[in-house]
T-cell receptor, first 117, second 111 residues
Framework: GAGVSQSPSNKVTEKGKDVELRCDPISGHTALYWYRQSLGQGLEFLIYFQGNSAPDKSGLPSDRFSAERTGGSVSTLTIQRTQQEDSAVYLC???????????????FGPGTRLTVL | AQRVTQPEKLLSVFKGAPVELKCNYSYSGSPELFWYVQYSRQRLQLLLRHISRESIKGFTADLNKGETSFHLKKPFAQEEDSAMYYCALSGSTSGTYKYIFGTGTRLKVLA
């Protein structure tokens, strides 16, 4: 694939419903990152994966948020019982490797805009 | 605390004027520093990284370890430079890898 892809591009949901956001990283990239981009809040780190494991989950805002990655490729970010404050653009990025100035340049997807009514 | 600080949320300059976007960091190890840019309706993308000592689209950034700064500069701003700019660092301390972004600065270049 040419780059990181994310689906859906837009998601509107009602408060209290669960949502799943998908990320397809660049083939061969072992590291995958999730961020949240809110107006006035900049880029908020959520979680990153090295392969299928997530060594750093410190950015997840609450236990309603979870993420998994299977086969060292596709990742899913799940938000349970969505709240209005979850409304944001969720960005996914991948890098060849974490660590190292060349290898860990991040390539971003187009994002998923989540709106919770 | 490990953090990246971009003190200006919005910076407006006139076309042809010099521009400097400030970035300061706090990190216990030796981080790698990056600038990312997001143009309107486009993806966030790497602009430059300190290790390469490169100039991209006329922008340069010098890592000042004494002042823990990595300010982004361009001598003559162009309208097409209008975008959101994020400073970021990556590094590993105590076996934990971190990639930290600043809150971003929106640059508006006025005609």
């Amino acid at each position: 694939g040419a780059g990181v892809s994310q689906s859906p591009s837009n998601k509107v949901t009602e408060k209290g419903k669960d949502v799943e956001l998908r990320c397809d990283p660049i083939s061969g990239h072992t590291a995958l990152y999730w961020y949240r981009q809110s107006l006035g809040q900049g880029l908020e780190f959520l979680i990153y994966f090295q392969g299928n494991s997530a060594p750093d989950k410190s950015g997840l805002p609450s236990d309603r948020f979870s993420a998994e990655r299977t086969g060292g490729s596709v990742s899913t970010l799940t938000i349970q019982r969505t709240q209005q404050e979850d409304s944001a653009v969720y960005l996914c990025a991948s890098s060849l490797l974490p660590g190292g100035p060349i290898a860990d340049t991040q390539y971003f997807g187009p994002g998923t805009r989540l709106t919770v009514l | 605390a490990q953090r990246v600080t971009q003190p200006e949320k919005l910076l407006s300059v006139f076309k042809g004027a010099p521009v400097e976007l400030k970035c300061n960091y706090s990190y216990s190890g030796s981080p790698e520093l990056f600038w990312y840019v997001q143009y309107s309706r486009q993806r966030l993308q790497l602009l430059l990284r300190h290790i390469s000592r490169e100039s991209i689209k006329g922008f340069t950034a010098d890592l000042n370890k004494g002042e823990t700064s990595f300010h982004l500069k361009k001598p003559f701003a162009q309208e097409e430079d209008s975008a959101m700019y994020y400073c970021a660092l990556s590094g590993s301390t105590s076996g934990t890898y971190k990639y930290i972004f600043g809150t971003g600065t929106r640059l508006k270049v006025l005609a």
